[in-house]
């Protein structure tokens, strides 16, 4: 049972726009979020965190959305760069960032120039 | 900020045989490693919590036996495959809690089972 899914399993950008990656979740105990950032045959890096008691976080470029009603986050890339093109995985935890971290499935994101 | 080693990068060996995989905090201590494993073109899956001084837990559907665990120090944690077949070959990718400031993952190391 995928208790973190990312439906996209893809996405296309023009450089400069916006990009958003979405992430659905089907535990209700999850109360910290996560999106890393991944290329293959690497670790993930992390890009930004919220936590379930904010509904934003902004760093930078970056920015998460969480709608805990609809179980729901999104990760906002503006402006989008080629160097963004990766694999992005959101994740989730019960009892904050230390804890066992639960993924998603990754959206493949490719900008393009 | 934290580095989290893992040695080696890339291992290819036969069927049959056993493979130890570290995983190194260089710059802080860790109580709590977990280890991952990815398959090509999909998701992270954590695999087992290992903590230092005691036995690991094992998600579901791991078997302990196959995917042995010892986190020997604040340090380090090693993942041995026992007896590894092909199917075993994957991304095994750990990463080390470092308190408030969360998880710093490794490179991950490539496992081929020929």
């Known amino acids: 049972d995928q208790q973190v899914k990312q439906n996209s399993p893809s996405l296309s950008v023009q450089e400069g726009r916006i990009s958003i990656l979405n992430c659905d979740y089907t535990?209700?105990?999850?109360?910290?979020f996560l999106w890393y950032k991944k290329y293959p045959a690497e670790g993930p890096t992390f890009l930004i965190s919220?936590?379930?008691?904010?509904d934003k976080n902004e760093d930078g470029r970056f920015t998460v959305f969480l709608n805990k009603s609809a179980k729901h986050l999104s990760l906002h890339i503006v402006p989008s760069q080629p160097g963004d093109s990766a694999v992005y995985f959101c994740?989730?935890?019960?009892?904050?960032?230390?804890?066992?971290?639960?993924f998603g499935t990754g959206t493949l994101l490719a900008v393009q120039p | 900020g934290a580095v989290v080693s893992q040695h080696p990068s890339w291992v290819i060996c036969k069927s049959g045989t056993s493979v130890k995989i570290e995983c190194r905090s260089l710059?802080?201590?860790?109580?709590?490693m977990f280890w991952y494993r990815q398959f090509p073109k999909q998701s992270l899956m954590l695999m087992a919590t290992?903590?230092?001084?005691?036995?690991?837990?094992?998600e579901q559907g791991v078997e302990k036996d196959k995917f042995l665990i010892n986190h020997a120090s604040l340090t380090l944690s090693t993942l041995t495959v026992t007896s590894a077949h092909p199917e075993d070959s994957s991304f095994y990718i750990c990463?080390?809690?470092?308190?408030?400031?969360?998880?710093?993952f490794g490179p991950g190391t490539r496992l081929t089972v020929t």
């Open positions: 710059d802080f201590q860790a109580t709590t």
């Open positions: 994740a989730a935890s019960e009892g904050g960032a230390t804890n066992k971290l639960i």
């Open positions: 919220i936590s379930s008691i904010k």
């Open positions: 535990n209700s105990m999850f109360d910290y």
């Open positions: 990463s080390a809690n470092s308190g408030q400031f969360g998880q710093y």
């Open positions: 290992s903590n230092e001084g005691s036995k690991a837990t094992y």
